[in-house]
């Protein structure tokens, strides 16, 4: 009971140290360090565009657009693959009058 | 020059005007970001990036709130922009030791002393602070612009974009995980 009390007053203390606390001022000549690195670091708009893309968020997000663009690619290469394959092959026999033969239909020729 | 002047002559890059500019918030800017991110090389850094991001983005600035609160807002993302980045290198690194490549040690950091508290203070203030560190960010901007920074719970509603209920709330929630945080870390340095 009195430990709980003694630690009651230690946390009442603690939260109490800032009740008077003062305002913290930056060292001395704040603005000459600031125009330095002002002058010193214009960033380019290469600079800029650079940083926007190294966010975490933006580079992640732009894997995972990769990513989605990639799956669906191939979902779509898959899907029209065979139809694709096949009127390739119509044309092409269109194109050149191409006629399956076989053995039989040479034989079939002589009269 | 008036504050509307000032805005004025900065959408022009107006050097002088930034000089006043940051002559007047420089203060209130490095105090605010101090008490987020609790390490005075980095709140000098921040503090730096706020007033650039200020002058940059300043035609962005329609007159919607008070010009000192779009700076606290600028302030108060780019502090925990540097608190989240910190966590994920401790992370990244503390990932990297499981694997054996990097053999740093992760430390905490050490605890941190405002120039602003008084001498006696000291001691009992830096186990606040840490305590302050490990809040959630919402409760932590809230704590910090209200203690540290002595806003109004208008003016901190202003800034975190919400209403006085919700400040009010964050705030209550602020002080009872503190008085947790607080009990555990006295309970623990009395074993």
Not at chain 1, 23 to 39: D, G, H, I, K
Not at chain 2, 80 to 91: A, H, P, Q, V
């Amino acid at each position: 009971m009195k430990e709980k009390s003694s630690i009651e007053q230690k946390i009442d203390k603690a939260i109490s140290s800032i009740d008077d606390i003062q305002r913290a001022t930056p060292v001395p000549f704040f603005y000459t360090r600031l125009m330095a690195r002002l002058n010193a670091d214009p960033q380019s708009s290469w600079g800029k565009l650079a940083g926007f893309i190294a966010r975490p968020a933006i580079a992640f997000a732009t894997i995972l657009l990769v990513i989605f663009i990639n799956v669906f690619a191939i979902y779509q290469k898959a899907d029209t693959n065979i139809s694709s394959s096949d009127s390739t092959e119509v044309a092409a026999v269109d194109e050149y009058s191409q006629v399956t033969g076989t053995i039989y239909d040479i034989e079939n020729n002589t009269p | 020059m008036s504050e509307w002047e000032l805005i004025e002559q900065l959408k022009l890059k107006d050097e002088r005007a930034f000089k006043t500019i940051v002559d007047t918030w420089q203060d209130m800017v490095y105090n605010t970001v101090l008490g987020i991110v609790q390490n005075a090389e980095d709140a000098e850094d921040v503090s730096q990036e706020v007033f650039i991001q200020v002058f940059e983005s300043i035609k962005t600035f329609k007159g919607d709130s008070k010009f000192s609160t779009w700076i606290y807002r600028i302030a108060v993302t780019k502090s925990l922009d540097l608190l989240r980045r910190k966590k994920r290198k401790k992370r990244f690194a503390f990932i990297q030791s499981l694997f054996g490549k990097n053999d740093e040690l992760i430390n905490d950091p050490p605890d941190f002393f405002h120039p602003g508290i008084a001498a006696e203070n000291k001691e009992n203030a830096a186990v606040l602070f840490k305590a302050i560190g490990s809040l959630p960010e919402n409760q932590q901007t809230a704590f910090v612009l209200s203690k540290i920074e002595g806003l109004s719970y208008q003016e901190v509603s202003d800034v975190m974009q919400m209403t006085e209920a919700s400040v009010d709330s964050l705030l209550h929630r602020a002080k009872t995980n503190l008085r947790k945080k607080l009990g555990d870390h006295y309970m623990e340095s009395k074993q």
